[in-house]
């Protein structure tokens, strides 16, 4: 089972973009679609997006203007990009391996707080 | 989007009851849930995948069933350690969506 070790801004005005990145660690980096969910106390746990080994990309069709995911395989890292955020993108980020569609592995989580 | 319906939103339980928690799914998802146990300040640790298949190194007192819309997740002899909030996913469609979660505490 891979680990995951996540990094980025924890706090942001509005209208800045959120930058997240995650480190895999074990395991086969390109066995796992590598995915980012968000828990904020209104919402619940919200799926963000995925990547999959070969570059194709799902999104939440709430967030996908906004979003971008995308993969380092050189360092075995993934991020996200949302832009234009607002006080409503406040939450826990957790970043997140899935293999067949369920999530195996998560990230320790950072809270991102939007704030002017 | 499949909405995933839990109930109860808690449960108040005591040591060695068995406990049920249901997920309903707005349109048939085959067996395509997971369950999950998140405990305060962690992330989610999977708990049951392709609704009735346990993780590796999950306790058996766990388990899942169902098929369709409804499945269920049952704790035979709730644990000291099994407080916790417990949520569905469904991994059949994107977006892949979650239940809004059910809290388990001590009565």
């Known amino acids: 089972q891979v680990q995951l070790q996540q990094w980025g801004a924890g706090l942001l005005k509005p209208s800045e973009t959120l930058s997240l990145t995650c480190a895999v660690y074990g395991g086969s980096f390109s066995a796992y679609s590598w995915s980012w969910i968000r828990q904020s106390p209104g919402k619940g746990l919200e799926w963000i997006g995925e990547i999959h080994h070969g570059g194709s990309s799902n999104y939440n069709p709430s967030l996908q203007s906004r979003v971008t995911i995308s993969l380092d395989t050189s360092k075995n890292q993934f991020s996200l990009n949302l832009r234009s955020v607002t006080a409503a993108d406040t939450a826990v980020y957790f970043c997140?391996?899935?293999?067949?569609?369920?999530?195996?592995?998560w990230g320790q989580g950072i809270l991102v707080t939007v704030s002017s | 989007d499949i909405q995933m319906t839990q109930s109860p939103s808690s449960v108040s339980a005591s040591v060695g009851d068995r406990v049920t928690i249901t997920c309903r799914a707005s349109q048939g998802i085959s067996s395509w849930l997971a369950w999950y146990q998140q405990k305060p300040g962690k992330a989610p640790t999977l708990l049951i995948y392709?609704?009735?298949t346990l993780q590796s190194g999950v306790p058996s007192r766990f388990s899942g069933s169902g098929f369709g819309t409804d499945f269920t997740l049952t704790i035979s002899s709730l644990q000291p350690e099994d407080f916790a909030t417990y949520f569905c996913?469904?991994?059949?469609?994107?977006?892949?969506?979650f239940g809004q979660g059910t809290k388990v505490d001590i009565k």
């Open positions: 997140a391996g899935s293999l067949a569609g369920t999530t195996h592995s």
């Open positions: 996913q469904q991994t059949n469609s994107f977006p892949r969506t």
């Open positions: 392709a609704a009735s």
